[in-house]
């Protein structure tokens, strides 16, 4: 529509800029890409020059820059961007929000949330399935959501045979009172099975500092994190072997990369289709340095700082919250400090507020 005739790919995420070839991207090579999952350029973890990137896009004349990618990568184009500023080259950069995390700040959801959603909850169908069919049986599913807890929460809400949710925003304990023993233990005696989905991130303050690699990061700089999954599942098996009157089949399920390699379904589909005109339009009329996004509904153009400043969280004191409370009828884990301090931390007065205020101060 706009007559533009040269497209490049850059293959193998940002060092591709500098480190691997390009694909030219003409309507037959991408015509059913949309019908595969994974990508055809290629990803890549950090580690990038922005120096040598800015570089090679000035000596290949490219004039618009797309970036598609999570929060990690929606902070590499918002360094690219202050860099072609800097220069002052009339290059326009724009980032379109993709990633199954859901961990993109102000954007309403990112693209791929709905897909991983769906296909979690053919993970938890699975592990029902399974901890129905044996003696007191658990299934225990780990989720994606390094530090956000979104997929667990939407993909609990959604199948309704999770007995218990943990996410990183919620902190939880395993011994004692209230803690998770003593709700599986109910649980069985009361159901004979149950499900429990814990995300990647959960729990990484209860593994033993001994067994902790939690000052090694990985070439973005996120913290690597050990397997909450397996460690959960041995920790459950060794407690109902202390148990000497109590039978307990626990059955473990990583659908990690299942996940993440399927297709988009028809919802993320359309949602894709809408970020990749939006973006195109923005540019066009001259925008930059934006990521492009639903807000409240309205497709919107989002300076970076504003959606790299902070990551998305699951808000454990919100409505959303409490309703997966009430499906699972687990405990909070949470003591009435616990709740003050979520509280505390989401208080943030807003502009408006802060206008009133001072115009309050102006008549005293």
């Not at 990038?48 to 820059?65: A, F, L």
């Not at 023993?181 to 009361?190: G, N, P, S």
């Not at 202390?242 to 359309?270: E, G």
């Not at 919250?321 to 009430?326: E, F, I």
Request: glycine fraction near 10%; proline fraction near 3%; aromatic fraction near 8%.
């Amino acid at each position: 529509m706009y007559g533009v005739s040269r497209i490049l790919g850059i293959e193998g995420g940002y060092r591709g800029f500098y480190a691997r070839n390009t694909i030219p991207l003409t309507p037959k090579f991408v015509n059913d890409i949309h019908k595969r999952g994974g990508t055809v350029l290629g990803t890549s973890r950090g580690g990038h020059d922005t120096m040598k990137i800015v570089d090679n896009i000035q000596d290949r004349g490219v004039n618009q820059v797309y970036i598609i990618g999570g929060d990690g990568t929606q902070k590499g184009a918002a360094v690219i961007f202050e860099e072609i500023r800097r220069r002052g080259l009339e290059v326009a950069v724009v980032g379109i929000p993709k990633t199954i995390d859901n961990d993109i700040a102000v954007i309403d959801k990112s693209f791929g949330f709905d897909t991983a959603v769906e296909e979690a909850q053919r993970a938890i169908n699975a592990a029902h399935v399974e901890a129905e069919s044996v003696e007191n049986g658990i299934g225990l599913v780990k989720l994606m959501g390094r530090y956000s807890g979104f997929i667990a929460m939407y993909a609990t809400l959604a199948s309704r045979d999770v007995d218990c949710c943990l996410i990183p925003e919620s902190p939880f304990y395993l011994e004692g009172k209230g803690g998770l023993f003593e709700y599986i233990e109910k649980r069985l005696k009361e159901n004979e099975h149950m499900v429990i989905v814990v995300a990647e991130g959960a729990g990484q303050d209860l593994i033993a500092e001994s067994v902790r690699s939690m000052h090694n990061e990985d070439p973005s700089g996120n913290m690597l994190l050990l397997d909450i999954g397996l460690w959960l599942s041995q920790k459950i098996k060794d407690h109902f072997a202390r148990k000497q009157n109590m039978v307990m089949n626990l059955k473990y399920i990583d659908p990690t990369y299942m996940i993440r390699a399927i297709p988009s379904n028809a919802s993320d589909n359309v949602y894709c289709t809408l970020l990749a005109h939006s973006a195109i339009h923005g540019a066009m009329a001259g925008y930059t340095g934006f990521t492009v996004g639903l807000v409240n509904g309205r497709h919107t153009y989002i300076p970076f700082h504003r959606v790299t400043e902070k990551r998305n969280r699951v808000v454990i004191t919100d409505r959303m919250w409490a309703r997966l409370l009430s499906s699972t009828n687990q405990p909070s884990f949470l003591s009435a400090k616990d709740i003050e301090e979520a509280k505390k931390a989401q208080q943030q007065p807003t502009q408006l507020l802060d206008e009133r205020k001072s115009l309050d101060d102006g008549c005293h």
